[in-house]
C-alpha cells in the first residue's frame, strides 16, 4: 500500500479501516515523511546562515579590519574565527543533548552561546 501523505497523515486522519499493525506502519512512514518536509524546507535557511557566517567574515577580513597584507596578521584572525566557530558549534551540540534533560537549560545556554556569538 502506498502512503497518501493527505488522507493518511492529517490530523484527526480515521484509520480505523486498518488493523493496528497497519495503522503503527501509517503512523510510523507519516514520521519520516513529516522528517523529510522538514528537512526539505530547513535545508535552504541553514545554507543561508552558513553563508551570512562567511560572509561577515569576508567583511570584516576585507573592509574593516583593513591591511590584508600582513600575514601573521591575517593568520591570527582566520585561526579566531575558527576556534569561534568551532567553540559555537560545539556548545549548540551541548545544548541540544542537554535539551532532553532539561529544556530550560538547553535553550538558556543556546542564547548564551548566542550572545557570545555576536559579541565576537
Given at each position: 500500500?502506498?502512503?497518501?501523505?493527505?488522507?493518511?497523515?492529517?490530523?484527526?486522519?480515521?484509520?480505523?479501516?486498518?488493523?493496528?499493525?497497519?495503522?503503527?506502519?501509517i503512523?510510523?512512514?507519516?514520521?519520516?515523511?513529516?522528517?523529510?518536509?522538514?528537512?526539505?524546507?530547513?535545508?535552504?535557511?541553514?545554507?543561508?546562515?552558513?553563508?551570512?557566517?562567511l560572509?561577515?567574515?569576508?567583511?570584516?577580513?576585507?573592509?574593516?579590519?583593513?591591511?590584508?597584507?600582513?600575514?601573521?596578521?591575517?593568520?591570527?584572525?582566520?585561526?579566531?574565527?575558527?576556534?569561534?566557530?568551532?567553540?559555537?558549534?560545539?556548545?549548540?551540540?551541548?545544548?541540544?543533548?542537554?535539551?532532553?534533560?532539561?529544556?530550560?537549560?538547553?535553550?538558556?545556554?543556546?542564547?548564551?552561546?548566542?550572545?557570545a556569538?555576536?559579541?565576537?
Amino acid at each position: 500500500m502506498a502512503l497518501d501523505y493527505d488522507t493518511h497523515c492529517e490530523l484527526g486522519a480515521d484509520l480505523s479501516a486498518y488493523s493496528s499493525a497497519k495503522q503503527g506502519e501509517i503512523r510510523s512512514a507519516c514520521t519520516t515523511a513529516a522528517t523529510v518536509l522538514f528537512l526539505v524546507y530547513a535545508s535552504p535557511f541553514v545554507a543561508v546562515c552558513c553563508n551570512v557566517v562567511l560572509c561577515l567574515f569576508c567583511f570584516l577580513q576585507g573592509v574593516v579590519l583593513g591591511d590584508i597584507n600582513d600575514f601573521n596578521r591575517v593568520q591570527k584572525i582566520l585561526k579566531q574565527f575558527v576556534v569561534m566557530v568551532v567553540l559555537c558549534i560545539g556548545g549548540v551540540y551541548a545544548s541540544v543533548n542537554l535539551s532532553s534533560a532539561s529544556f530550560k537549560l538547553g535553550a538558556t545556554i543556546l542564547a548564551f552561546l548566542a550572545a557570545a556569538f555576536v559579541v565576537f
